[in-house]
Each structure stands twice: as C-alpha cells, then as structure tokens.
C-alpha cells in the first residue's frame, strides 16, 4: 500500500473540496515529509493518480486574480472506500519495524467509527506484546549466530522500544477515546 495514496486520500476528506497548494501546505505541517517521507511534489502526483483511479473527483477549477486556475477536489464513492481499507490494513496489522501505519491511523482514525478503532487498538496491542517476545527470540538468536554481528541485537531491541512506546500511546489513547475524545464516523 502507498502512504503517499492514503494520506493524500484522507487529507482530501478532510478537507473537501481543497486544492493541491492548500494540501500541500497543510500537510507540510503534519511534518510528513519527516515520518512519511512524502515531498512537495508527490502530493501532486497523487491527487493525478487518485482522480485518475477514480478515488477523487474534481470539483471545480477557479482562477483567483493573476494567480494560475486551481483545481479543487472532492473524494468519490469509490474512494471513501479505498480510504477505509487502506486504513483497515493500517489499523489491523502491526509490523516491527514500521511507523507509518500508526502515523496515518493517529492522521484519520475519524474515517472508521470509534468502535472499529477501539477495537483495532486493542487488537495491535495483542500483536505488539507478540512482536516483542519474538524480538526477544531474534536478539537470543544473534547472540548465539556464529555468523551474525553480534550489534545486529540492537536492530531488534530498538524494534522493542519503538514498540513499547506505541504500546504506551495506544493505552492513553484508548482511555480517551472510551471517555467520548475525538469524533468518528457515525457520531
């Protein structure tokens, strides 16, 4: 799945009917071009490969002054669906070494209701306590390995904490979301 795909996807709900410039800046300041590592210019290229895949629709096209026309879009039936799977497989799956998923859930868990979230954060908490026994396996392999390096138990202990802390977050963030923070789908 493109991160790119989904967070120019959800941006575009978010903020519908938008153009390419405001989404642009506004998703500069969610800094994913550090997390995501989404630039400027890809931001563009998929709002054109989601209007083309039928994922958003144009809305209008507007010329402000002697500013060039802007194009403003809207997300399509088709791409309220595409969003809430890509998030599904962000929000149902938990892999070791990767923050993006946990990145776009925080950016739009709004798309699903707070039950299905509810749930899926629960569900990553059993896969995360998972991923940490089996990190364990691997560091006890790497420093038995006759071939392996033994700093490479680093890789899986750095996979530990990273995962130790979203745990953590996901705790706090499940208790606000049980007391009514945010809204969802639905509400």
């Known amino acids: 799945m493109s991160t790119t795909r989904l967070i120019v996807l959800g941006a575009v709900k978010q903020f519908q009917p938008v153009h390419g410039y405001f989404l642009r800046r506004e998703l500069m300041t969610w800094h994913i071009d550090e997390w995501a590592h989404i630039q400027p210019g890809s931001i563009y290229n998929a709002l054109r490969a989601l209007e083309v895949d039928g994922y958003i629709e144009e809305r209008s096209t507007e010329a402000e002054g002697k500013r060039p026309a802007r194009t403003t879009y809207q997300i399509s039936s088709a791409g309220e669906v595409e969003l809430q799977r890509m998030l599904r497989e962000n929000l149902w799956n938990v892999a070791p070494f990767d923050t993006?998923?946990?990145?776009?859930?925080?950016?739009?868990?709004?798309?699903?209701?707070?039950?299905?979230?509810?749930?899926?954060l629960e569900n990553r908490l059993t896969k995360i306590d998972a991923l940490v026994l089996t990190n364990g396996f691997q560091v006890q392999d790497t420093l038995v390995s006759p071939t392996t390096p033994k700093y490479v138990r680093e890789i899986f202990d750095l996979s530990t904490a990273r995962l130790l802390a979203e745990k953590q977050w996901?705790?706090?963030?499940?208790?606000?979301?049980k007391h009514g923070e945010y809204h969802f789908a639905g509400e």
Do not use: D, K, N, P
């Not at 798309?111 to 749930?119: D, F, T």
């Not at 996901?170 to 979301?177: A, D, F, G, H, P």
């Open 100 to 120: 993006q998923a946990i990145m776009t859930i925080a950016s739009f868990m709004f798309v699903l209701s707070r039950q299905e979230v509810i749930a899926g």
């Open 170 to 177: 996901i705790l706090s963030l499940l208790e606000r979301l």
